[in-house]
């Protein structure tokens, strides 16, 4: 069997038809692949901001025609630059293992760190809506005016343009795209690949979390699109389809229909997996100009709980948690000091004692939201976070870092994904009383605060437990032999809000 697989002529377009044609190739190694280019209106178009052009569908339009008329057999798009609605002449019939769906952002490393304006090139309404919110809190540098230019062309072309104009400070780009070239085995682009590792080495980066910025629906995924009655491509397509990460591009898909679509609309809706469910960011701005923002758990395990008020719960709030203090091991600050060279992750802002100075040639990953804001209000650029969901999740940064990881923790630590570590504090149980008799609802932040609390009062295990999604709920799952009375909630607040509202 030979097929003609046809997609933009972008070089980023030619190596995701590669990477479908080497995966179809892995599953059926009969089929012969010719590959085709073509230029469309919106890579002809190289002025107008996306934003402002007048149609959806400016990437794929001019492709399918060439379907519709049977001089190719199927086209390998990116996802996101599909209309809301393809047509009813051909459909999307597979899509591979979704990348990275996340945003990325470089900054340039010359640049004067006292500014008080920054200027980032992007045209994407939705970037440049969500991004000011982190942009104010999650970099070292705390500015106080944010500026936004357009930017068009593909992604070396961007880049180059980026670290040639001497007014810009950053830029914005899909990380998918970044991942894909430098990843990608095809001979001809070798030489890409060289001139994009040679730009990123002149930017510190920052990889923009889906909880604050989630994605352009579908970004990270290709979309392979046959003629609706080709029945023989379409049963082998989807054979090889990607069912789970078919359905949340569809479910983000459907969230921005209802919004109105397209990339004019300042929306970012992601589907993330996760062992433990399937997460769900949107934020950004309905055609009414109404903010609408959530970051939501959705679960198979559902239990509809009665709670009769505060004193139900523990804690009351998180000033009461007070089970242990923590106390820093000044004998590590010189191990900490002489870190190079190492992706460090760094779970709470105690992890890093106050004296400790991390050297710049490091990788720095924070557990979460929190504990990055911390580090970059002590003047720490922080290259990414797992956003509350596990040390281990989606950290996906093997092409652009090969440095080995390393955490910073305390002295009775659980065992975790991350194997090598150092102890940077320790903790110190303190007097605390519980009335276990009234409380029936507890939120814990670490499996060692449920831990001392169990030693204390082993009646709580038949009580109701919550915890994010880390490792905490597996260390309190191993403790209590199960999790039948174990339940994942993101944070305390919305743990304590739903519980309330009962």
Same mark, same amino acid.
């Given at each position: ?58 990437? +794929? ?50 640049? %004067? ?18 991004? %000011? ?144 469910? +399937? ?51 000044? %004998? ?84 975790? +994904? ?85």
């Amino acid at each position: 069997m030979k097929i003609k697989v046809l997609s933009r002529k972008s070089d980023l377009a030619t190596i995701q038809a590669r990477e479908f044609g080497e995966y179809l190739n892995s599953k059926y190694p009969d089929i012969q692949i010719d590959y085709k280019t073509k230029s469309t209106s919106g890579d002809k178009d190289l002025i107008t901001p996306l934003s402002e052009m007048p149609i959806e569908g400016v990437f +794929t339009n001019d492709l399918r025609e060439e379907l519709i008329t049977k001089k190719c057999d199927l086209i390998v798009h990116s996802w996101k630059d599909l209309p809301i609605e393809v047509g009813n002449k051909t459909k999307i019939a597979a899509t591979l293992q979704r990348a990275d769906k996340r945003d990325i952002l470089f900054l340039k490393k010359n640049k %004067n760190n006292d500014k008080k304006e920054i200027t980032i090139l992007c045209s994407s309404p939705r970037r440049q809506y969500n991004v %000011n919110k982190f942009i104010k809190n999650f970099l070292p540098n705390k500015y106080e005016e944010i500026k936004f230019e357009n930017i068009r062309g593909n992604i070396p072309t961007r880049f180059k343009k980026f670290l040639q104009n001497p007014s810009s400070d950053a830029f914005i780009v899909a990380k998918a795209a970044i991942d894909r070239i430098l990843l990608n085995n095809v001979p001809e682009f070798d030489e890409l690949k060289k001139i994009l590792k040679s730009y990123i080495d002149e930017c510190l980066w920052t990889i923009i979390p889906l909880s604050i910025n989630p994605c352009s629906p579908g970004q990270g995924a290709l979309a392979i699109e046959t003629r609706d009655n080709d029945d023989h491509l379409n049963h082998i397509l989807n054979d090889i389809n990607f069912d789970n990460d078919f359905f949340n591009v569809e479910n983000e898909r459907n969230i921005l229909k209802i919004y109105g679509g397209g990339c004019h609309q300042k929306i970012g809706v992601s589907y993330i997996t996760h062992s433990l469910g +399937t997460i769900v960011s949107k934020r950004g701005e309905d055609e009414n100009g109404n903010h609408f923002e959530s970051w939501d758990l959705i679960n198979e395990k559902k239990e509809k709980f009665f709670c009769s008020g505060e004193d139900e719960i523990y804690p009351e709030d998180l000033n009461s948690y007070k089970i242990f203090q923590r106390k820093e091991l000044n %004998n590590t600050i010189l191990e900490v000091n002489n870190l190079k060279n190492k992706c460090i992750f760094i779970s709470r802002i105690s992890a890093l004692q106050n004296d400790a100075k991390i050297n710049s040639n490091n990788i720095i990953w924070s557990s979460g939201l929190k504990t990055w804001k911390k580090l970059a209000d002590r003047g720490i650029w922080v290259n990414g976070s797992s956003d509350g969901l596990g040390e281990g999740f989606e950290n996906n940064i093997n092409s652009l870092t090969d440095f080995p990881w390393i955490k910073l923790t305390h002295s009775s630590s659980f065992e975790s +994904t991350i194997k090598n570590k150092i102890n940077t504090y320790q903790l110190q149980k303190l007097d605390f009383e519980i009335d276990v008799y009234k409380k029936n609802f507890f939120y814990w932040m670490s499996g060692s605060a449920f831990k001392l609390v169990l030693e204390k009062y082993p009646e709580i295990k038949e009580k109701y437990h919550f915890c994010g999604p880390g490792n905490t709920y597996y260390e309190i799952k191993k403790l209590l032999g199960d999790d039948k009375n174990l339940f994942v909630e993101l944070s305390y607040d919305t743990w304590k809000k739903k519980l309330l509202s009962s």
